[in-house]
């Protein structure tokens, strides 16, 4: 019984949260056991079947797509032999870290402060602070000290943040000369 009631709570949590967003969104799932830092934004909804062992640090960004495992379903293949086991791991996010589309952080997954997970990355083990990863699996690549000097020398760098989309567009119509 306590399982059905673990699976209907899970399905209810799931569909509720896909609705709703911002702080009300860091709300819930921090109701639901998610430890998470503050000025956070985070756009994904899959916290894995154990929310309560991750945790975010402060101005972390999580874009949509991305999935958080906390449990290893590999296991299947020796539940005849053992019907009762189950593997876990924790998830830890340091501080001032964004962690783009689509990507899938695995268990046991501890990623340091300021660092840069691109789009579509497969993470696994720890990753060192000031560390940019791309990949599957995701491998650093370079520092965000290094890529900071990529992106500040960039011809499509513009200052647009905040802007209205009509203003934005302007710009960008102008500058890529559409």
Do not use: Q
């Not at 689509?102 to 720890?126: D, F, L, Y």
């Not at 290094?146 to 119509?173: A, C, D, P, Q």
């Amino acid at each position: 019984m306590e399982l059905l009631i673990d699976k209907v709570k899970n399905l209810f949590f799931r569909s509720l949260h896909r609705i709703f967003y911002g702080n009300l969104r860091i709300r819930i799932l921090r109701w639901y056991g998610v430890k998470i830092g503050e000025r956070c934004l985070i756009y994904s909804v899959d916290f894995s079947t154990e929310p309560y062992l991750i945790e975010i640090g402060n101005h972390v960004t999580i874009s949509n797509g991305t999935r958080f495992l906390t449990h290893d379903g590999s296991l299947w293949v020796f539940l005849e032999e053992y019907p009762n086991i189950d593997l876990f791991g924790r998830i830890k996010i340091g501080d001032n870290t964004c962690i783009g589309l689509n990507c899938i952080i695995m268990p046991n997954t501890e990623i340091g402060s300021n660092c840069i997970i691109g789009a579509g990355s497969t993470v696994r083990g720890k990753i060192p602070d000031n560390s940019v990863l791309i990949g599957n699996p995701a491998k650093v690549v370079f520092s965000t000290g290094i890529f900071k000097k990529m992106v500040m020398n960039h011809k499509n760098l513009l200052e647009t943040r905040g802007y209205s989309g009509k203003r934005k567009r302007k710009i960008l119509y102008k500058h890529f000369d559409l």
